[in-house]
């Protein structure tokens, strides 16, 4: 699990922690490394192109991915991994918001192994604002992603080249009073039979942040089938107090067996998990389709 830390200067890294899921869906969170290291940047550009080497005997919770370039100089927010496929070869990659402290732009984090880290920029007439997930594969030969230009309203991409995205399509905007503000992705979509479960979250009155799923056709991902009509997850009392108040947020689930898990932000000052069967969500959402 990838976590977003925040330091001195309000600077995000990106940290990780491991642990592991039983098959009832209970989830046990190993012992964090003591100490930290940003490990050894390398070939450090000033727009955002470098990589970072760990060593083995490093432990994983020990990594920190800090801010090396300009370019995310005020820092790394908001990292979406995702196991990506492509012909029998898998790597991970990570798209994350890079923040120089006046502007900000989607990058990129490749990596085949957790120890050796590749960062760049996205370039392309599409690569702007936030909010980018990976599909975990192509899409009728293409890469695929979701992204949010404008801030709003989220889209749909497709490109032949994994680095430059010149054209983006409407995809979904709200139509619900508790999503009224704004959408955006909750990391890359989960492939099942009847479709790309796409994880969101939405912002409504009192800037209150929930989660919800938006269901996606698996040959057309442009195309919606079927969204809820209520929110998947809310603040509840223990959650609407801390650093930034009423906000439930994440960059990633995770499908275990039958369930999904998903690791959620509980205003900003903690991290809890909901853990729901993916024939239940399937279940509600199709009800809904029309």
Known sequence: MSLRATGEGHISSIVFQTGVISAAGEIILEPVSPKLTCGQPMNVVADGYYSVDFTPDTPLSARVLYPHSIAESNGMEDARFVQFTDKEKTLFFATYTAYNGKSIHPHLIETPDFQHFKIRPFSGKA?????????????????AMIGRQGGRNLSIMYSDDLYCWDEYSPLQQPKHGWEMLQMGNCGS???????????????????????????????DPGKVLASMEQPLLSPNEE??????????????????????VIPHAMSDYAISFAVTEIDTVLRELLSTKK
């Open 239 to 260: 959650e609407r107090e801390g650093y930034v108040p009423n906000v439930l947020y994440t960059c990633g689930l995770l499908a275990h067996g039958e369930k999904l």
């Open 189 to 219: 979509p989960i492939k099942t039979p009847q479709g790309w479960l796409l994880l969101t979250h939405a912002v409504g009155p009192m800037r209150t942040y929930v989660l919800s799923f938006t269901l996606l056709d698996l040959h």
């Open 127 to 143: 690569a702007f604002d936030k909010g980018f997930a990976l599909f975990p594969e192509r899409v009728q030969g293409k890469y």
